[in-house]
């Protein structure tokens, strides 16, 4: 009898070992994969803003500072007002920076 009490709670111990390193592997498993699905998300961020690199400061600047009139209710009521432009199709806009950068290199 003592002997059976004895190999039980080796049994205990060993599989309260084996359960306590089952439990430490996954958890690190969960953190590298965790860890290593921010590094892509991380990266695919950065990848986001190369754009800016390879379009020309001065487009953007030129685009950033230019102006758009929207047209106001004001002078749609008083008569005799010039009517107001309408803005540039996004297109145009995309046209004009591409052919900017062309030009540059």
């Given at each position: 009898m003592l002997r059976a009490?004895?190999?039980?709670?080796?049994?205990?111990?060993?599989?309260?070992?084996?359960?306590?390193?089952?439990?430490?592997?996954?958890?690190?498993?969960?953190?590298?994969?965790?860890?290593?699905?921010?590094?892509?998300?991380?990266?695919h961020r950065a990848a986001l803003y190369?754009?800016?690199?390879?379009?020309?400061?001065?487009?953007?600047?030129?685009?950033?500072?230019?102006?758009?009139?929207?047209?106001?209710?004001?002078?749609?009521?008083?008569?005799?007002?010039?009517?107001?432009?309408?803005?540039?199709?996004?297109?145009?806009?995309?046209?004009?920076?591409?052919?900017?950068?062309?030009?540059?290199?």
């Amino acid at each position: 009898m003592l002997r059976a009490n004895d190999s039980v709670s080796r049994l205990r111990l060993v599989i309260l070992v084996l359960l306590i390193v089952e439990g430490v592997l996954v958890c690190l498993g969960a953190v590298g994969y965790a860890g290593w699905l921010l590094s892509r998300v991380a990266r695919h961020r950065a990848a986001l803003y190369t754009v800016f690199l390879t379009v020309p400061n001065n487009c953007l600047r030129m685009l950033g500072s230019k102006s758009i009139s929207l047209g106001d209710e004001e002078d749609e009521e008083e008569e005799g007002a010039r009517p107001t432009p309408r803005p540039r199709p996004l297109a145009a806009t995309l046209e004009q920076l591409l052919l900017c950068s062309c030009q540059r290199s």
